[in-house]
Protein backbone atom coordinates (compact mmCIF):
# COMPACT_ATOMS: atom_id res chain seq x y z
CA UNK A 1 0.00 0.00 0.00
CA UNK A 2 1.03 3.59 -0.91
CA UNK A 3 2.13 5.67 1.68
CA UNK A 4 0.02 8.79 2.42
CA UNK A 5 -0.56 12.05 3.90
CA UNK A 6 -2.32 15.12 4.16
CA UNK A 7 -0.77 17.76 1.92
CA UNK A 8 2.39 17.42 -0.97
CA UNK A 9 3.99 20.06 -1.48
CA UNK A 10 5.72 20.14 -5.11
CA UNK A 11 8.92 22.48 -5.29
CA UNK A 12 11.25 23.40 -2.11
CA UNK A 13 11.24 27.15 -3.03
CA UNK A 14 10.04 30.32 -1.62
CA UNK A 15 6.61 29.65 -1.98
CA UNK A 16 6.75 25.60 -1.38
CA UNK A 17 9.06 26.01 1.90
CA UNK A 18 6.19 28.71 3.65
CA UNK A 19 3.25 26.53 2.74
CA UNK A 20 5.22 23.57 4.29
CA UNK A 21 5.75 25.06 7.44
CA UNK A 22 2.92 26.80 7.82
CA UNK A 23 0.30 23.75 7.13
CA UNK A 24 2.70 21.99 9.51
CA UNK A 25 1.61 24.39 12.27
CA UNK A 26 -1.26 22.05 12.90
CA UNK A 27 -0.60 19.23 15.40
CA UNK A 28 -1.77 16.00 12.99
CA UNK A 29 -1.52 17.06 10.10
CA UNK A 30 0.85 15.68 8.00
CA UNK A 31 2.92 17.55 5.48
CA UNK A 32 5.35 16.36 2.98
CA UNK A 33 7.68 18.68 1.17
CA UNK A 34 9.13 17.25 -2.45
CA UNK A 35 12.24 19.33 -3.64
CA UNK A 36 14.77 18.24 -6.73
CA UNK A 37 17.38 19.51 -5.25
CA UNK A 38 19.30 19.03 -2.58
CA UNK A 39 19.56 20.46 1.06
CA UNK A 40 20.99 24.05 1.15
CA UNK A 41 23.87 23.02 3.32
CA UNK A 42 26.24 24.75 0.86
CA UNK A 43 28.68 27.47 3.36
CA UNK A 44 27.90 30.19 0.12
CA UNK A 45 24.17 29.75 0.25
CA UNK A 46 24.20 31.54 3.87
CA UNK A 47 27.04 34.09 4.12
CA UNK A 48 25.48 37.36 1.75
CA UNK A 49 28.98 38.14 -0.15
CA UNK A 50 28.78 34.35 -1.15
CA UNK A 51 26.51 35.58 -3.85
CA UNK A 52 28.78 35.27 -6.68
CA UNK A 53 29.37 31.66 -5.86
CA UNK A 54 25.75 31.16 -5.87
CA UNK A 55 25.21 33.20 -8.71
CA UNK A 56 26.86 31.03 -11.02
CA UNK A 57 27.76 27.74 -9.07
CA UNK A 58 26.43 24.09 -9.01
CA UNK A 59 22.76 25.08 -7.35
CA UNK A 60 21.28 26.01 -11.06
CA UNK A 61 19.98 24.06 -13.67
CA UNK A 62 19.60 25.74 -16.66
CA UNK A 63 16.71 25.70 -18.75
CA UNK A 64 17.62 26.67 -23.14
CA UNK A 65 14.95 29.00 -24.36
CA UNK A 66 14.38 30.03 -27.82
CA UNK A 67 15.64 33.08 -28.68
CA UNK A 68 13.39 35.43 -31.57
CA UNK A 69 15.05 35.90 -35.29
CA UNK A 70 16.21 39.30 -33.81
CA UNK A 71 17.50 37.66 -30.69
CA UNK A 72 19.97 35.58 -32.71
CA UNK A 73 22.68 34.35 -30.19
CA UNK A 74 26.02 32.74 -31.46
CA UNK A 75 25.76 30.22 -28.49
CA UNK A 76 22.45 28.68 -26.74
CA UNK A 77 21.01 30.77 -24.30
CA UNK A 78 20.04 29.33 -20.96
CA UNK A 79 17.90 30.89 -17.96
CA UNK A 80 19.46 29.52 -14.48
CA UNK A 81 16.26 28.49 -12.46
CA UNK A 82 17.46 27.49 -9.06
CA UNK A 83 17.40 23.46 -7.48
CA UNK A 84 18.09 23.65 -4.10
CA UNK A 85 16.12 23.28 -0.52
CA UNK A 86 14.94 27.21 -0.73
CA UNK A 87 15.18 27.76 -4.09
CA UNK A 88 15.60 31.10 -5.19
CA UNK A 89 15.70 32.83 -1.93
CA UNK A 90 19.18 30.44 -1.44
CA UNK A 91 21.04 31.62 -3.97
CA UNK A 92 19.79 34.77 -5.45
CA UNK A 93 21.00 38.77 -4.58
CA UNK A 94 18.20 38.73 -1.25
CA UNK A 95 17.17 42.01 -2.43
CA UNK A 96 13.66 42.18 -0.80
CA UNK A 97 11.13 44.27 -3.45
CA UNK A 98 7.22 44.12 -3.00
CA UNK A 99 6.61 46.09 -6.34
CA UNK A 100 3.82 48.64 -6.20
CA UNK A 101 0.27 48.79 -5.05
CA UNK A 102 -1.02 49.04 -9.07
CA UNK A 103 0.62 45.71 -9.35
CA UNK A 104 -1.77 44.58 -6.93
CA UNK A 105 -4.86 46.38 -8.36
CA UNK A 106 -3.97 45.32 -11.82
CA UNK A 107 -4.09 41.58 -10.62
CA UNK A 108 -7.68 42.09 -9.09
CA UNK A 109 -8.59 43.89 -12.20
CA UNK A 110 -7.44 40.68 -14.33
CA UNK A 111 -10.00 38.44 -12.19
CA UNK A 112 -7.48 37.26 -9.27
CA UNK A 113 -10.42 38.65 -6.90
CA UNK A 114 -9.02 38.86 -3.39
CA UNK A 115 -5.87 39.77 -4.80
CA UNK A 116 -5.54 43.57 -4.22
CA UNK A 117 -2.64 45.31 -2.71
CA UNK A 118 -5.02 45.78 0.98
CA UNK A 119 -5.55 42.13 0.39
CA UNK A 120 -1.60 41.41 0.26
CA UNK A 121 -0.51 43.55 2.28
CA UNK A 122 -1.41 41.96 5.35
CA UNK A 123 0.59 38.88 4.60
CA UNK A 124 3.39 40.90 3.48
CA UNK A 125 3.61 42.03 6.76
CA UNK A 126 3.21 39.08 8.50
CA UNK A 127 6.21 37.80 6.97
CA UNK A 128 8.63 40.40 7.68
CA UNK A 129 11.16 40.40 10.59
CA UNK A 130 12.47 44.07 9.56
CA UNK A 131 15.42 45.91 11.26
CA UNK A 132 14.90 49.29 10.56
CA UNK A 133 11.18 49.92 9.91
CA UNK A 134 8.14 49.26 11.91
CA UNK A 135 4.81 50.81 10.39
CA UNK A 136 2.02 50.85 7.84
CA UNK A 137 3.98 49.24 5.10
CA UNK A 138 6.84 47.18 7.38
CA UNK A 139 6.40 44.67 10.45
CA UNK A 140 8.67 43.05 13.02
CA UNK A 141 8.48 39.29 14.71
CA UNK A 142 7.91 37.55 11.25
CA UNK A 143 9.74 34.62 10.39
CA UNK A 144 11.86 36.41 7.29
CA UNK A 145 14.66 38.91 8.24
CA UNK A 146 14.44 41.75 6.32
CA UNK A 147 17.80 43.90 6.86
CA UNK A 148 19.30 47.04 5.87
CA UNK A 149 23.52 46.34 4.79
CA UNK A 150 25.79 47.07 7.61
CA UNK A 151 28.31 48.02 5.18
CA UNK A 152 27.86 49.96 2.35
CA UNK A 153 30.90 50.21 -0.74
CA UNK A 154 31.92 53.54 -0.97
CA UNK A 155 31.58 53.01 -4.54
CA UNK A 156 28.01 52.38 -4.19
CA UNK A 157 27.71 55.60 -2.37
CA UNK A 158 29.07 57.01 -5.01
CA UNK A 159 26.97 56.02 -7.44
CA UNK A 160 23.91 57.24 -5.60
CA UNK A 161 25.40 60.51 -5.68
CA UNK A 162 25.66 60.47 -9.10
CA UNK A 163 22.10 59.42 -9.27
CA UNK A 164 21.07 62.49 -7.35
CA UNK A 165 23.29 64.46 -9.59
CA UNK A 166 21.42 63.02 -12.77
CA UNK A 167 17.60 64.33 -11.36
CA UNK A 168 16.83 61.37 -9.32
CA UNK A 169 15.37 62.25 -5.64
CA UNK A 170 16.47 59.45 -2.83
CA UNK A 171 14.27 57.38 -1.98
CA UNK A 172 14.93 55.66 1.85
CA UNK A 173 12.37 53.26 1.43
CA UNK A 174 11.71 51.06 -2.11
CA UNK A 175 8.76 49.47 -0.36
CA UNK A 176 6.77 52.33 0.49
CA UNK A 177 4.48 51.97 -2.21
CA UNK A 178 6.61 54.79 -3.91
CA UNK A 179 9.26 53.10 -5.79
CA UNK A 180 10.56 56.56 -7.81
CA UNK A 181 14.23 57.32 -6.89
CA UNK A 182 17.85 56.14 -6.02
CA UNK A 183 18.62 54.35 -2.52
CA UNK A 184 20.00 51.40 -0.64
CA UNK A 185 18.26 48.16 -1.15
CA UNK A 186 17.08 46.20 1.94
CA UNK A 187 17.87 42.29 1.69
CA UNK A 188 16.27 39.22 3.24
CA UNK A 189 19.34 38.15 6.12
CA UNK A 190 19.63 38.70 9.55
CA UNK A 191 22.71 38.88 11.71
CA UNK A 192 24.74 38.69 8.65
CA UNK A 193 23.15 35.57 7.40
CA UNK A 194 20.96 35.28 4.26
CA UNK A 195 17.43 34.22 5.78
CA UNK A 196 16.02 31.61 2.95
CA UNK A 197 12.62 30.44 2.65
CA UNK A 198 14.43 27.33 4.34
CA UNK A 199 16.36 29.24 7.06
CA UNK A 200 13.85 31.28 7.98
CA UNK A 201 10.59 29.06 8.00
CA UNK A 202 11.65 24.96 7.39
CA UNK A 203 14.57 25.33 9.64
CA UNK A 204 12.36 26.10 12.67
CA UNK A 205 9.77 23.31 11.89
CA UNK A 206 12.36 20.30 10.91
CA UNK A 207 12.18 18.89 14.22
CA UNK A 208 7.96 18.45 13.91
CA UNK A 209 7.00 14.82 13.68
CA UNK A 210 4.00 15.49 11.11
CA UNK A 211 6.47 17.33 8.56
CA UNK A 212 8.72 15.19 6.25
CA UNK A 213 11.42 17.16 3.52
CA UNK A 214 12.67 15.25 1.16
CA UNK A 215 14.98 16.51 -1.05
CA UNK A 216 16.89 14.98 -4.48
CA UNK A 217 13.13 13.91 -5.14
CA UNK A 218 11.79 14.76 -8.58
CA UNK A 219 8.13 14.76 -8.73
CA UNK A 220 7.29 13.26 -12.34
CA UNK A 221 3.45 13.09 -12.58
CA UNK A 222 0.42 14.25 -10.60
CA UNK A 223 -1.97 11.41 -10.05
CA UNK A 224 -5.62 12.36 -10.40
CA UNK A 225 -8.21 9.61 -10.37
CA UNK A 226 -11.67 10.46 -11.01
CA UNK A 227 -11.26 14.37 -11.30
CA UNK A 228 -9.09 14.79 -7.89
CA UNK A 229 -5.74 14.84 -7.38
CA UNK A 230 -4.60 11.64 -5.14
CA UNK A 231 -0.66 11.86 -5.24
CA UNK A 232 2.16 12.18 -7.19
CA UNK A 233 4.81 10.07 -8.56
CA UNK A 234 8.99 10.95 -7.87
CA UNK A 235 12.01 9.50 -8.56
CA UNK A 236 14.06 9.17 -5.95
CA UNK A 237 17.36 7.34 -5.46
CA UNK A 238 16.65 5.91 -8.92
CA UNK A 239 13.84 3.61 -8.13
CA UNK A 240 10.16 5.47 -8.99
CA UNK A 241 7.87 6.15 -6.32
CA UNK A 242 4.34 6.59 -5.37
CA UNK A 243 3.11 9.22 -2.33
CA UNK A 244 -0.59 9.62 -1.90
CA UNK A 245 -2.24 12.92 -0.63
CA UNK A 246 -5.19 12.46 1.95
CA UNK A 247 -6.68 16.47 1.67
CA UNK A 248 -4.36 18.28 -1.21
CA UNK A 249 -1.52 18.18 -3.30
CA UNK A 250 0.28 21.86 -3.64
CA UNK A 251 2.50 22.42 -7.00
CA UNK A 252 4.72 25.03 -6.24
CA UNK A 253 7.95 24.14 -8.89
CA UNK A 254 7.90 27.46 -10.25
CA UNK A 255 7.09 29.23 -13.72
CA UNK A 256 8.60 26.86 -15.85
CA UNK A 257 8.20 23.71 -13.89
CA UNK A 258 4.92 24.19 -12.80
CA UNK A 259 3.06 24.18 -16.27
CA UNK A 260 5.70 21.54 -17.23
CA UNK A 261 4.24 19.43 -14.88
CA UNK A 262 0.90 19.93 -14.89
CA UNK A 263 0.90 19.45 -19.25
CA UNK A 264 2.99 15.76 -18.19
CA UNK A 265 0.04 15.22 -15.79
CA UNK A 266 -2.40 15.43 -18.78
CA UNK A 267 -3.13 18.91 -17.55
CA UNK A 268 -3.45 22.01 -20.04
CA UNK A 269 -4.17 22.73 -24.09
CA UNK A 270 -5.55 19.54 -24.84
CA UNK A 271 -4.54 19.29 -28.84
CA UNK A 272 -0.54 20.39 -27.47
CA UNK A 273 -1.39 17.50 -25.03
CA UNK A 274 -2.19 15.35 -27.96
CA UNK A 275 0.77 16.36 -29.79
CA UNK A 276 2.54 13.92 -27.48
CA UNK A 277 0.44 11.55 -27.05
CA UNK A 278 -0.67 12.74 -23.54
CA UNK A 279 -4.30 11.83 -22.08
CA UNK A 280 -5.95 15.26 -21.65
CA UNK A 281 -7.98 15.55 -17.77
CA UNK A 282 -8.79 18.67 -18.10
CA UNK A 283 -8.52 20.80 -21.23
CA UNK A 284 -7.25 24.00 -20.25
CA UNK A 285 -5.42 26.37 -22.99
CA UNK A 286 -3.80 28.66 -20.34
CA UNK A 287 -1.11 26.34 -19.13
CA UNK A 288 2.37 27.54 -20.06
CA UNK A 289 0.74 30.57 -21.72
CA UNK A 290 1.26 34.05 -20.34
CA UNK A 291 5.12 33.39 -19.86
CA UNK A 292 6.44 37.06 -18.45
CA UNK A 293 10.38 38.08 -17.71
CA UNK A 294 11.84 40.86 -16.56
CA UNK A 295 14.79 41.55 -19.36
CA UNK A 296 17.81 42.97 -18.44
CA UNK A 297 20.85 44.73 -19.64
CA UNK A 298 24.62 44.69 -18.34
CA UNK A 299 26.59 48.02 -18.79
CA UNK A 300 30.57 46.87 -16.98
CA UNK A 301 33.21 49.68 -16.67
CA UNK A 302 36.44 48.96 -15.63
CA UNK A 303 37.59 51.01 -13.12
CA UNK A 304 41.28 52.89 -12.62
CA UNK A 305 42.22 51.27 -9.42
CA UNK A 306 40.97 49.21 -6.46
CA UNK A 307 37.70 50.86 -6.05
CA UNK A 308 35.36 48.05 -6.12
CA UNK A 309 34.69 44.76 -4.17
CA UNK A 310 36.86 43.13 -7.37
CA UNK A 311 39.68 43.83 -4.85
CA UNK A 312 38.37 40.95 -2.34
CA UNK A 313 39.13 38.58 -5.05
CA UNK A 314 42.96 38.66 -4.63
CA UNK A 315 43.98 35.67 -2.23
CA UNK A 316 44.86 38.00 0.82
CA UNK A 317 41.94 40.64 0.49
CA UNK A 318 39.64 37.61 0.53
CA UNK A 319 41.75 35.83 4.02
CA UNK A 320 41.00 39.37 5.45
CA UNK A 321 37.39 39.47 4.64
CA UNK A 322 36.93 35.84 5.73
CA UNK A 323 38.43 35.96 9.33
CA UNK A 324 36.13 39.41 9.86
CA UNK A 325 33.30 37.59 8.88
CA UNK A 326 34.16 34.48 10.93
CA UNK A 327 35.07 36.83 13.57
CA UNK A 328 32.36 39.95 13.58
CA UNK A 329 29.46 38.59 11.30
CA UNK A 330 30.43 41.78 9.40
CA UNK A 331 32.69 43.42 6.39
CA UNK A 332 32.65 42.62 2.77
CA UNK A 333 31.07 38.88 3.04
CA UNK A 334 28.25 40.70 4.77
CA UNK A 335 26.92 42.35 1.88
CA UNK A 336 24.95 41.26 -0.91
CA UNK A 337 27.28 43.09 -3.38
CA UNK A 338 24.53 44.77 -4.67
CA UNK A 339 23.43 47.51 -2.40
CA UNK A 340 22.35 50.40 -4.25
CA UNK A 341 19.87 50.84 -6.75
CA UNK A 342 17.32 52.89 -8.15
CA UNK A 343 13.98 53.21 -10.19
CA UNK A 344 12.91 55.40 -12.84
CA UNK A 345 11.30 55.84 -16.26
CA UNK A 346 11.91 54.32 -19.39
CA UNK A 347 8.66 55.62 -21.00
CA UNK A 348 7.46 59.19 -18.97
CA UNK A 349 3.52 58.33 -20.11
CA UNK A 350 3.94 55.51 -17.15
CA UNK A 351 2.04 56.66 -13.79
CA UNK A 352 4.88 55.04 -12.03
CA UNK A 353 8.85 53.55 -12.64
CA UNK A 354 8.85 51.18 -15.33
CA UNK A 355 13.37 50.80 -15.16
CA UNK A 356 15.17 49.17 -12.47
CA UNK A 357 18.45 49.98 -11.75
CA UNK A 358 20.95 47.95 -9.85
CA UNK A 359 24.62 49.16 -8.92
CA UNK A 360 26.75 45.81 -8.54
CA UNK A 361 30.44 46.92 -7.12
CA UNK A 362 32.35 44.73 -9.26
CA UNK A 363 32.76 42.83 -12.33
CA UNK A 364 31.91 39.28 -13.47
CA UNK A 365 29.48 38.30 -10.15
CA UNK A 366 26.72 36.94 -12.24
CA UNK A 367 26.56 33.81 -14.78
CA UNK A 368 26.74 35.69 -18.16
CA UNK A 369 28.33 38.69 -17.03
CA UNK A 370 32.13 39.11 -17.96
CA UNK A 371 35.17 40.64 -15.66
CA UNK A 372 37.08 43.33 -17.10
CA UNK A 373 40.88 43.96 -17.88
CA UNK A 374 42.89 44.99 -14.96
CA UNK A 375 40.50 43.06 -12.92
CA UNK A 376 38.72 46.19 -11.33
CA UNK A 377 35.32 46.82 -12.30
CA UNK A 378 31.22 47.99 -11.49
CA UNK A 379 28.29 46.97 -13.56
CA UNK A 380 25.29 48.99 -14.01
CA UNK A 381 22.05 46.16 -14.40
CA UNK A 382 18.85 47.54 -15.62
CA UNK A 383 15.63 45.60 -16.36
CA UNK A 384 11.92 46.87 -17.65
CA UNK A 385 10.02 45.72 -14.43
CA UNK A 386 6.62 45.79 -16.20
CA UNK A 387 7.11 43.79 -19.72
CA UNK A 388 4.01 43.65 -22.48
CA UNK A 389 6.16 40.68 -23.88
CA UNK A 390 4.41 37.38 -23.44
CA UNK A 391 6.13 33.92 -24.53
CA UNK A 392 4.73 30.22 -23.50
CA UNK A 393 6.22 26.93 -22.13
CA UNK A 394 5.44 24.08 -23.88
CA UNK A 395 6.31 20.55 -23.82
CA UNK A 396 9.10 19.22 -25.89
CA UNK A 397 8.30 15.52 -25.79
CA UNK A 398 6.15 13.34 -23.16
CA UNK A 399 9.72 12.08 -21.04
CA UNK A 400 9.44 13.84 -17.95
CA UNK A 401 13.38 14.07 -17.79
CA UNK A 402 13.42 16.07 -20.60
CA UNK A 403 13.63 19.78 -20.69
CA UNK A 404 10.67 21.93 -22.12
CA UNK A 405 10.57 24.41 -24.47
CA UNK A 406 10.70 27.93 -22.90
CA UNK A 407 9.77 30.44 -25.48
CA UNK A 408 9.94 34.16 -23.74
CA UNK A 409 9.84 36.40 -26.62
CA UNK A 410 11.52 38.89 -25.14
CA UNK A 411 10.64 41.96 -27.24
CA UNK A 412 8.41 40.92 -29.09
CA UNK A 413 6.45 44.08 -27.67
CA UNK A 414 8.41 47.39 -28.94
CA UNK A 415 7.39 49.17 -25.64
CA UNK A 416 9.64 47.02 -23.98
CA UNK A 417 12.80 47.59 -26.50
CA UNK A 418 12.50 51.19 -26.39
CA UNK A 419 12.20 51.31 -22.16
CA UNK A 420 15.45 49.20 -22.07
CA UNK A 421 17.13 51.44 -23.99
CA UNK A 422 15.96 54.70 -22.46
CA UNK A 423 17.37 52.71 -19.44
CA UNK A 424 20.61 52.00 -20.73
CA UNK A 425 20.79 55.64 -22.18
CA UNK A 426 19.92 57.01 -18.59
CA UNK A 427 22.14 54.47 -16.93
CA UNK A 428 25.19 55.24 -19.22
CA UNK A 429 24.24 59.27 -18.13
CA UNK A 430 24.72 58.47 -14.58
CA UNK A 431 27.68 57.17 -14.81
CA UNK A 432 29.36 59.71 -16.44
CA UNK A 433 28.56 61.93 -13.79
CA UNK A 434 31.46 63.78 -11.64
CA UNK A 435 30.44 61.91 -8.52
CA UNK A 436 31.49 58.35 -10.43
CA UNK A 437 33.43 59.76 -13.62
CA UNK A 438 36.63 60.04 -10.96
CA UNK A 439 36.54 56.36 -10.88
CA UNK A 440 35.92 55.06 -14.44
CA UNK A 441 39.04 54.21 -16.60
CA UNK A 442 36.48 53.00 -19.47
CA UNK A 443 33.09 51.50 -20.34
CA UNK A 444 33.87 47.86 -21.54
CA UNK A 445 30.32 47.20 -22.59
CA UNK A 446 28.91 48.32 -24.49
CA UNK A 447 32.27 49.63 -26.03
CA UNK A 448 33.04 53.22 -24.87
CA UNK A 449 32.09 54.85 -28.54
CA UNK A 450 28.76 53.96 -28.45
CA UNK A 451 26.43 56.82 -28.06
CA UNK A 452 23.66 57.18 -30.23
CA UNK A 453 19.82 55.79 -29.11
CA UNK A 454 20.21 53.47 -32.03
CA UNK A 455 23.42 51.83 -31.26
CA UNK A 456 22.27 51.54 -27.94
CA UNK A 457 18.78 49.88 -29.31
CA UNK A 458 20.33 47.67 -31.43
CA UNK A 459 23.25 46.65 -28.52
CA UNK A 460 20.21 46.14 -25.93
CA UNK A 461 18.49 44.06 -28.86
CA UNK A 462 21.66 42.37 -29.40
CA UNK A 463 22.92 41.36 -25.71
CA UNK A 464 19.69 41.62 -23.17
CA UNK A 465 19.52 38.71 -20.74
CA UNK A 466 16.76 36.85 -18.93
CA UNK A 467 16.65 38.10 -14.82
CA UNK A 468 15.71 35.02 -14.03
CA UNK A 469 12.11 36.35 -13.27
CA UNK A 470 9.53 34.37 -15.20
CA UNK A 471 6.04 33.93 -13.84
CA UNK A 472 2.49 33.96 -15.27
CA UNK A 473 2.55 30.46 -16.59
CA UNK A 474 -0.52 29.34 -14.37
CA UNK A 475 -2.39 32.52 -14.02
CA UNK A 476 -4.91 33.03 -11.70
CA UNK A 477 -8.46 34.01 -12.62
CA UNK A 478 -12.18 32.96 -13.63
CA UNK A 479 -11.84 33.39 -17.35
CA UNK A 480 -11.13 30.75 -20.06
CA UNK A 481 -7.51 31.67 -20.58
CA UNK A 482 -6.90 31.42 -16.39
CA UNK A 483 -5.54 28.70 -15.06
CA UNK A 484 -6.01 28.73 -11.13
CA UNK A 485 -8.83 29.83 -9.23
CA UNK A 486 -8.49 33.34 -6.68
CA UNK A 487 -8.32 30.67 -4.14
CA UNK A 488 -5.34 28.95 -6.16
CA UNK A 489 -7.47 25.79 -7.22
CA UNK A 490 -6.45 24.28 -10.58
CA UNK A 491 -10.04 24.60 -12.89
CA UNK A 492 -11.42 20.89 -13.54
CA UNK A 493 -9.41 18.83 -10.88
CA UNK A 494 -9.94 18.79 -7.28
CA UNK A 495 -7.46 18.51 -5.12
CA UNK A 496 -4.63 20.29 -6.87
CA UNK A 497 -3.50 24.06 -6.01
CA UNK A 498 -0.36 25.87 -7.82
CA UNK A 499 1.31 28.26 -5.48
CA UNK A 500 4.03 30.36 -6.70
CA UNK A 501 5.12 32.93 -9.39
CA UNK A 502 3.34 31.12 -12.15
CA UNK A 503 -0.14 32.67 -10.81
CA UNK A 504 0.64 36.01 -11.06
CA UNK A 505 -1.29 37.40 -13.30
CA UNK A 506 1.39 40.11 -14.20
CA UNK A 507 4.59 40.29 -12.92
CA UNK A 508 5.47 42.47 -10.33
CA UNK A 509 7.76 45.51 -10.68
CA UNK A 510 10.87 44.20 -9.37
CA UNK A 511 12.53 41.38 -7.76
CA UNK A 512 9.53 39.03 -7.24
CA UNK A 513 10.94 36.76 -3.82
CA UNK A 514 9.04 38.62 -1.29
CA UNK A 515 6.21 38.24 -3.31
CA UNK A 516 6.40 34.37 -3.87
CA UNK A 517 6.72 34.42 0.13
CA UNK A 518 3.61 36.31 0.26
CA UNK A 519 2.08 34.32 -1.96
CA UNK A 520 2.78 31.05 0.19
CA UNK A 521 1.42 33.26 3.51
CA UNK A 522 -1.64 33.69 1.35
CA UNK A 523 -2.08 29.97 -0.01
CA UNK A 524 -1.45 28.68 3.41
CA UNK A 525 -4.55 30.51 4.96
CA UNK A 526 -6.78 29.38 2.10
CA UNK A 527 -5.65 25.77 2.36
CA UNK A 528 -6.22 25.71 5.93
CA UNK A 529 -9.49 27.64 5.84
CA UNK A 530 -10.38 24.90 3.41
CA UNK A 531 -9.89 22.26 5.99
Avoid at 258 to 276: D, N, Q, V, Y
Avoid at 306 to 323: C, I
Avoid at 503 to 528: F, H
Wanted: hydrophobic share 40%; with cysteine; glycine share 12%.
Amino acid sequence: MAESVDYIVIGGGSTGCVIASRLSETAGCTVALLEEGPRDRSPYIHIPGAYYKTAQGPLLKRFPWEPTDAQARSEQPTMVQASVLGGGSSVNAMIYIRGVPSDYDQWEALGATGWGYSDVLPYFLKAEDNNRFRNAAHATGGPLGVSDIDQIHPLTRAWLRACQQAGLPYNPDFNSGDQAGCGLYQITARDGRRSSAATAYLKPARRRPNLSVRTRARVIRILVEKGRATGVEYVSGGAVRVLKARREVILSAGAINSPRLLMLSGIGPAAHLAEHGIRTLADLPGVGQNLQDHIEISLIYQLNGPHSYDKYKKPHWKALAGLNYLMFGSGPAASNLIEGGAFWWGNKAEPVPDVQFFLVAGAGIEEGVDAVPGGNGCTVNLGQIRPRSRGEVLLASADPGAFPRVRPRYFSDPYDLEAVTEGCLFAAEIMDQPEMRRFVASRQVPESGMRSREDFRRFCREQAHAALHPAGTCRAGGDDGSVVDPQLRVHGIEGLRVADASVMPTLISGNPNAVCIMIGEKASEMIRAAA
